[in-house]
């Protein structure tokens, strides 16, 4: 690949006047010729993509927001006074932290889907401090890299997406002892002014409609892991990056052309596999080279940031209720105490997860860097339950919905000459709700629970910033287990047990 | 309909050999020339087009299983001594219900999904002993009819579906409160020799792969709803009727010409909506007309039968935990704890479905008409677990998945020169766990926890036979509250508690 | 210990005439001087202490209902026609194994605890397998002994114990791993004629009330634990043996002098640890002496029948049910949706219960030696969800108690010259619910819920017959793992899986 | 009572120096000759009680951790300059409602148990806002009255208990439709300069342990309950009130002289009923008398600052997972991987409790009266989850617990001389572990679970603030339906849906 290596980093040189709203940052992604796979096709333009757009329109959406409400979705650099977007912004305050999940709700009800932008905020966030660290441990210069890299993202309003997880291979083995070295993102050479990576990453949230990735380890790290200890940003339209989007249930609905079937007709998430064939990252851009035990500090600071983060769902839950209080209206049953009495447990389950969430940002506290931590107790709490609440609230939404959620005919079908007029007969639900409404209603359900943003609302909520178990592994770390066995002692009048 | 008067049971009058197999039963169903939509166009022949085909090739499975284990899929009747498909079997003991859980089970682990049959085989046996009650208490005639028309369906060995659900417009309302009185299937003129009814049923389980249908009343009903009050067999190929197949979650993927992102290949279920244009029954075939007061006793009866047929779905969660096991074990981690108890959880919930179920159908007994009846709370506690642990169980299956799941590229881009090598690297798993096994598995959990067999495996699992909130009410009508009461008062020595 | 030696098994070479009915069997207990301690004293006569009194109520109760109920509480033997306690026969047809589990409901219903008669049942009938199993492989001669030991049981008409739970010592060791061999019970010597046994057994249900004690080993033994491998019957009034009854929550209520606040005055648990002091056993007695390798299927044997008796909580379940029941009812708010709700809710559990249960015993198949032994996964499924639904019944119960259901003046406050009379007046509920009524319901509650039969409803279902983790052993052992990924592997079109 | 009328505020008249500890608060609570009645006897002096003792206890470490950790448990008073104790502050910032969860959540730590004095606390704060709405809606002089009252309090430093909840007869039917007007406590009459209040209150919390109870409505109220909407302030030691102490799980365990079986020996709640026996009140201690229309706004409030108080749950969730964690360790597996899953899962839920309640705090806004109240919403989650998470905590406790939980003999039988040492021999744990650790954390478990602080732990956390049932009727009305409407409407297509 020595076209890449000859210019490494075309996006990084080339000026740019920053990103002023949706419309201009859709404008943005267009002919980045970058190489993106789609149900076995490459894209020749994924702005124009059915399938793709959405996702596009998602992130748009963030851009929007910021205008819209810029105390929500824009924050001021103190060092600067420059007002930037909140997804770029480093926190300054416990506020700051408390104000990324509260745009992080709104942008959930506004969309219904993921809005991709997290994974970068809090990777720049987490790096923020870890270089820091490392800095003061290795008498390394990343922190200082890092700060330019961050500058220029926020002045010309960039998207930057985080990959981290790795393909890994035999889940029960280290990266190092993998059959194939390449199971995990490593430096495969050191160059002069810079190092080449190889592997791939998956599941990475939004990655082609960013402008930039961040590429971090995804696990504690051992000594011979070290080549796998790499932090760099590397820009999205370097030609040594190959795309594959994943599939989405219900993913090809987007190419049938309406507007009801696909559920959400304008927002979506997406989520591709990078494939890095040997990328030249100059030295600037690599905020780690091989201190293998930071791995941990990082991934642990970036989850606590993001499995706060995961109160996006919150909002979409928002959605969810909306719409099982929609269809539950248009059947004619509203106020029947067992529905009413579902939306409530919707609405506690939903709250529940951004009661921890929000408290896990309230209860931040100032880094040695300076930028601000939140809590990582109760953010793996807030993520745990992350994994539970959005199934339960999906089983009862689709309780809500009646069994015609999953036997509706087509729209092309109420299309129909002949059955349209049928359809429109036989589906209708009280006086006043047509079955083009029902329709509605249920295909939004459908797409939250089964289809396109089921990926994003259920199984991204699942896997998303870190499995189950992983939660379970940070909060049996951090449940001070014998403080709590002392306070049992001294109750219980256990010789040893002492009053603190 | 003129035409349809003219020639009213064009099937039941035709001879025809009985059907020996599953290839036999799937020709039968060639040329009928049915009214089917689907995805807004007329389907020529439903047996060949890609959607509808896995969903007759599960009820052909039937046939097949009939043929590979007589015992547990055919019965002998006793008062011919003729062997029949245990679906179109009167129950004659209390062996008989309980083997008919057991068929359904291994038919759920054979097929993955709904084969289609049950409805059929739980109105047989619900009306056997209804009709003969109206006989009793009416001197009407309905039973012999019911008899003549069974021994048909035996001896020609063909499919025979239930027609109950209406679509109910606002369920707020009773049928005869209705704005539009079709909103439930109803008599709308008594001719001489039949009847004529109109109106739409809803989710029609396999009722394009059926040969006859059973149109029963879906709910109680009183006085002023006698026109609802009705029981009648309607030939599938009737000119009058018009289906329209719901479309299903990932259905189109069956158009795209390959085997593994549609998760199971070969089986998939079905569900229509059935309009009824002013159809006419001859009286031969009518089994209730306007006993109203019966209608209760029919849907009890039916449903205590159909919500223990729901162990099928114990079935399906075999299939569903072997795919989370197969995915653990390609994955390298088989035996880690936490997988390992998700694996155990799992089956304790699909052991407490069939447990339910199975005792219901053990505590049978005979009813007046002499077939015999299952244990009604048994069944509806066994339902009611239906609505919420293949839910839990799927979350559980998309847990030890992992993140692919939901971001798996398409099996195109596997088979695609230049990424598909690259995928057959990077998402490998353990050793001799090929990608493709990988992605085959994910996609199987995909189908039943998000795709097309999760419509059966969950959105039907809660609707079918019943939504919850029918099975609480029943639940409720059974729990024996004052004997439970009286038992409280006599331990608790509260005056009025004797001891029995 | 050589009195012992001297006469050692006393009860058995007495002869006696059999107990019929409940009024003999108290008396049976009398003036056989156990050594029996309590509250740090040692009980003069256990039949009289106010505390022990309601557990032997609970057992009587089940003498009298034998004389009630022949067909629910007796059974004949087909050997000889007579007519047995069921609590005392050999399974001879799966009807008499489900019948066990309808006599156990009952009895639950009928003293809302445990009547501790099921331990001694459940071991008779695995020993009569295991026994014949170690004779077939060992040509030894246990299985005739037994047969001789019931044969006797089954004319004097006794309760027999099963003694089974060892102490254990640090759970992380084997027995013969232990500091202390005795944390075991063991044989320590073998003399002409007999054995010499010494340990302890924890948590013994219904010990004092019994007459003879079957002692078996816990768990899984290996080859260095032959001395743990013993089963023998020890007569309970053996000079050897030292009871020290548990304490129980709320125990001394019963010395208090009223019938309120112990919340069910007639009946309680009872739950002993046993101290076996070198007790002589003679060979006769003696049906596992060092065979080892049947020590794990004599285990399986005994919990797959005991995890099944469970559904007796089904019994206790429903006077909880009752009670909530009947405190809405003076609340005043039977028909509120939530209450009602809620009702349902507590019976759906309920029945879970006791269909896996049923359904285990109705899924009994015939033993090599000719009696019938249960389905091991259902009644493993049974278990637990007994150590699960219990729990939240009794939460959904004490939600229905209202607060008053702790914070209830004592019954001597209502008795109280100056307070009873506001009490009554204001502790009364709606028309017709009196102070006292409420009172009593809510007692009851506490009874099952915190109280003395809490122990057994709720901690005892916990673990009784095996902690929760001991079920999730048997079910991952029981669950079919290969042949479920097959099934999987045969739908996803995986190499090497083919259709059965 | 005319003895009442003459003498009314004796304590509010009689200056008194500022109490200043634990143990000064203790003495203050001698010799006020209060009509306290306890199993049946009146108390001569509740400090001495045994079973008393302990609630006092609790209340007293309020005072010891506000002078070991001012900065938790005291604040300074803004206007004044003055430091009080945090139950008598009322909130002037976010920090201060934050903060009183983090002392509540630390004395939960500290007693295991409930320590009584929150409800004050929350109803100062409560009322402060509402009186002063009523002034301004009214021109009353509410406010000013209640600012004198509290500061004399903080003066002072004493305990003020609130007494909402009353006995309510039939739940079906509201105050003024009671059979006996006095099921809610009521003004039977007015007098000049003050009013006179009749009736009972229900479970008042520390009661007895409080110098001044403040007694408000417990409902929303009508027009035609005008006399019922009373808000005043009444001296404990007032000769008009009876206080029936209601007995608790395990009480008398107290009398029996241990340490052990009363499982935590220094520490219970109380729990008692109030009867007002025509109480005289004067004018300057009434604070509402007649303004219905104001009783839900107090109650909201209330109850919104309340639920939100339940953190301290998680302080006693923290003992309780300290109890388990320490058994487990005793028995020599605390690293078995489902041992430490429970733990995991008990902290999970506890800080899913804790996440909530500390959300709601630090989500709180200024009220026009300028103290500061939290969010309703997370309050009410907060407190749901209380209803529920505490009891499965205290089930996974009961697991790792082991059966010996329910069945340890008595603290009498380890001491007694012949069956000790056969105890200590026999109960004994993992090398280091002694029969009589293990018998003082099953003793806290027991206490946590069954016993005395059960109570608190469970069944007050199911109904104190609230049953689970008002907390769903306050989600339902703060849930914002509609709004969730339109963000589905919007997404899904709807027309009349814009989005915002």
Redesign the interface.
Known sequence: MPDAAAEPTPSWLRPRPPIRSGAEYVESLRGRNLRV?????RVAEPVDHPVIRPSINAVARTYDLADERPELATAVVAATGERVNRFLHVTESVADV?QQNKMQRRLG????TCFQRCVGMDAINALWTTTWLIDQAKQTGYHARLRAFVRAMQRQNLVVGGAM?D?K?????SPAEQ??P??FVRVVRREPGGLVIR??K??QTGCVNSHWLVVMPTMRLGPKDRDYAVVCAVPVDHPGL?F???????D??AL?GG???V?????GGQ???I?FDDVFVPDELVFMDGEHEFAADLVERFTAYHRRSYVCKAGVG??????A??IA?Y???PQ???V??K??EM??LN??I???????S??SSPTPAGNFQNDG??AN??K??V??FP??M??LA??LA????????????F??E??GP??K???????GASAE?RA??L??I?NLT??RN??GY???S???AG???AQ?IQ??RQ?Q?E???????V?????GGS??
């Not at 796979?37 to 096709?41: I, K, R, S, V, Y």
């Not at 291979?169 to 083995?173: E, L, N, Q, V």
């Not at 559920?263 to 927002?267: E, I, K, L, R, V």
């Not at 009646?402 to 079908?413: I, K, N, Q, R, V």
């Open positions: 796979f789609l149900l076995g096709e408390v009800q506004l969309t219904g997880t393909v291979g035999d889940r029960g083995k059959a194939d390449d199971m592997g791939a998956a599941h190959t594959v989007v994943g599939r989405q249930s219900c090809t609905r049938e507007s009801v079937d559920g959400n007709a304008n927002y989520e591709a596999l494939v928002d959605v969810l209720i909306g719409a209080a929609l209206d059947n004619g049953v029947v105490s067992h009413r009495d939306l409530v609405a506690h709250e529940t951004y009661g921890a969430g929000i408290a896990a309230h209860e107790m109760l709490v807030c745990h339950n994994t539970r199934y339960e999906a089983r689709q309780d009646g069994g015609l959620l999953a036997t509706l005919p087509s729209e092309h079908d299309k129909h002949e059955i049928l359809l007969k036989y589906l209708v639900g009280r006086d409404m509605r209603a295909r939004l459908e089964m289809g089921a990926v259920l199984t991204e699942m896997h998303g499995s189950p178990q379970r909060i049996a449940m287990l403080e709590k066995k002392e306070l049992a002692r109750l219980a009048g256990i010789a009053e603190d």
